[in-house]
């Protein structure tokens, strides 16, 4: 999934996802009023209402129903322009995933994009981004980091009349006063969150012990995973087990030791895991296999992001991961394209925001991504007519 890794998110950063924490855990964590459950079978729950509600949750989220909702109109291309992608870390599948489709998207309308790895460090996001700054570009893109860690380069930009276009940048999808950015490429964060702890409540009849792994040090990632663990929290059958923070650009030396760990002390309680990012089931895998434990599950994971090839490759091969809430990498980077065009052209934002969807192997056909269908069409519509 995500972001950088500020030593300590500063208080305005602080202030921001407590906010978000708090709107969005009203709408997905309670026990729920009124009517009668359909769940079959007992459940350890003693919450019936939300075991219900998470069985409607999952089952429209794993529609594969995903016709183009977005744009279908707007500013025609605006010529000779040129990106630059700066990067938290191309070792992080989803920045990678989301750069491949800004290359695409550029190719297709004709400009030209340069991508720059900050390599997952703030120092280097800094310097990657001071760097984009020298280049001149018609526009930048802050690809998986809290712009704020970078506030001198970001005030730079801004100076400098450079548009800021983030994915994953701030909590919330669309445009950003503070920290300036013409818009913000994500789905919506309370979705995920509800969608991947709903999956854990539904699969599991309300019954489950749960290890969630995080990334803290990003408000984006600590956020979603407050939020995964407070939907937990509303059926008493589903105990979490462990709340695991590694930072993502640690997870390949981290996660093995920490999962052999927690299999040692956990045991045969730990029978699903969520994760802020599929790649932590990746780094997870031997250990897994080292302790013997069947590919299939148990534990059952899920990734609440970002749904790379890797990801859906684990998943149809039903090597330790079952299932993920998959951005759709490629449409979001021909969005930032499109946002661009739009910002070229003094027209507003688009407003769009990529519907979640849970991916699973029996409703994802062998694929290895998950994108809304047309939206490439669409788009070059829009811009050649």
């Known amino acids: 999934m995500h972001p950088t890794q500020p030593a300590c998110p500063n208080r305005r950063t602080a202030r921001a996802a407590a906010a978000l924490l708090a709107a969005a855990v009203g709408a997905i964590a309670g026990c729920g009023g009124g009517g009668s459950s359909n769940a079959t079978g007992p459940s350890a729950a003693g919450c019936p209402a939300v075991l219900q509600e998470a069985k409607a949750t999952v089952q429209r989220a794993e529609s594969t129903d995903t016709a183009w909702n977005g744009p279908t109109s707007g ?13 938290q870390t191309m070792t992080n599948p989803g920045v990678a995933g989301v750069a491949k489709g800004v290359q695409e998207a550029a190719q297709a309308i004709g400009w030209n994009v340069r991508v720059i790895d900050g ?13 984009a700054i020298t280049l001149k570009p018609s526009g930048i893109v ?26 994953h940048a701030v909590s919330a999808p669309g445009p950003s006063t503070n920290p300036r950015l013409f818009t913000n490429v994500t789905t919506k964060v309370e979705e995920v969150a509800k969608a991947s702890a709903d999956w854990v409540i539904a699969r599991s009849e309300g019954a489950a012990g749960v290890v969630v792994f995080t990334d803290d040090s990003i408000p984006f990632a600590g956020t979603k995973s407050k939020l995964i663990e407070q ?145 490439q069409e669409a788009y070059e519509k829009i811009w050649h007519g």
């Not at 998986?144 to 970078?150: E, Y």
């Not at 080292?290 to 490759?313: C, H, M, Q, T, Y």
């Open 75 to 87: 500013p025609e291309a605006v010529s000779g322009k040129n990106l630059v992608y700066v990067a």
């Open 119 to 131: 390599e997952g460090t703030p120092a280097g996001i800094q310097a990657a981004l001071s760097q």
């Open 231 to 375: 939907r937990l929290a509303a059926c008493p059958g589903v105990e979490l087990l462990a709340h695991k923070n590694i930072p993502i650009p640690d997870a390949s030396r981290r996660t093995p030791q920490e999962v052999a760990s927690l299999l040692s002390r956990l045991q045969k309680r730990w029978t699903y895991s969520v994760a802020i990012n599929d790649l932590y089931f990746d780094d997870a895998a031997p250990a897994f296999r080292a302790a013997g434990k069947p590919g299939a599950g148990p534990p059952f994971n899920i990734g609440a992001g970002d749904g790379d090839p890797s990801a859906f490759r684990r998943i149809n091969s039903e090597q330790y991961q079952a299932a993920t809430v998959p951005e759709p990498l490629s449409q979001q980077g021909w969005q930032i394209v499109d946002e661009f065009n739009r910002a070229f052209a003094g027209q507003p934002a688009s407003g769009y925001v990529a519907p979640v969807h849970i991916a699973t192997a029996e409703n994802s056909a062998g694929a290895t991504s998950w994108d809304p269908e047309g939206y």
């Open 142 to 167: 802050i690809g998986g980091f809290d712009p704020r860690l970078t506030s001198q380069q970001v005030a730079r930009a801004e100076a400098a009349g450079i548009p800021l276009i983030g994915w």
